[in-house]
């Protein structure tokens, strides 16, 4: 993934909003993720994660960055600008890398963290599977346990518990989402994307297993 988005090759403008595709509105998606982690502590109301960059998602990073500068003034973002929307889409990526580097230590947001992909790291991508070893291992099979106890309210057919995250795991947490949202609509916002592919789920693994334990399956049982 680029450090760094162009305008009307990476994402396109419509109005003031700026969308994208593939792997750019996936970053997009996550980054909105990434902001509602500091909806509390900044001060604002929570982003929907839909890939829509626009005023409310520019005016959620303000506030993120000034509650880090009220904490301290010296730590001024130097890898992006951020006058308006287009540089949130342009700089997505290096947002990110900041909320989850020098935002999440100043403010002191959550223990929990997004998953890194590689060799070597949290997970990685086989043909159609994402998986991953040890403690991340264990994550995906709790997700993939609590799936299985709204499986006949939401309408999907039982997971196998097997740990390795596929295009059917990714589409009953999406379908559960649906049915939260639907039951619920102040529950649309996400502290992860609801997930469009497999790479989503994997990284987001500790916010969805949380979120299935604590949001849907008391909202949906």
Not at 138 to 160: C, M, T, Y
Not at 195 to 214: C, M, R, T, Y
């Amino acid at each position: 993934m680029n450090s760094e988005f162009a305008p009307g090759s990476d994402f396109t403008a419509s109005g003031g909003n700026y969308t994208a595709k593939g792997e750019v509105l996936s970053e997009f998606r996550s980054l909105q993720a990434d902001l509602n982690l500091y909806s509390q502590v900044a001060g604002f109301n929570g982003v929907e994660v839909d890939g829509i960059i626009g005023q409310h998602t520019f005016n959620a990073l303000k506030k993120v960055v000034d509650a880090v500068l009220a904490k301290n003034s010296m730590l001024v973002p130097a890898a992006f600008t951020y006058n308006g929307p287009e540089d949130v889409a342009k700089y997505a990526p290096r947002i990110r890398e900041w909320l989850h580097g020098t935002a999440a230590k100043t403010l002191d947001v959550s223990t929990f963290r997004v998953y890194e992909r590689g060799e070597g790291r949290d997970w990685n991508v086989k043909g159609d599977i994402a998986y991953g070893k040890g403690a991340v291992h264990d994550e995906f099979l709790g997700i993939q346990r609590e799936l299985n106890k709204v499986a006949s309210v939401v309408g999907f057919k039982p997971l196998d518990v097997d740990g390795f995250i596929g295009p059917k795991t990714a589409a009953a947490i999406k379908a559960t989402f649906e049915k939260v949202k639907a039951k619920n609509p102040l529950l649309a916002v996400t502290l992860f994307p609801p997930p469009n592919s497999k790479e989503e789920v994997a990284s987001f693994g500790q916010f969805i297993h949380d979120w299935l334990k604590n949001t849907a399956i008391r909202n949906l049982t």
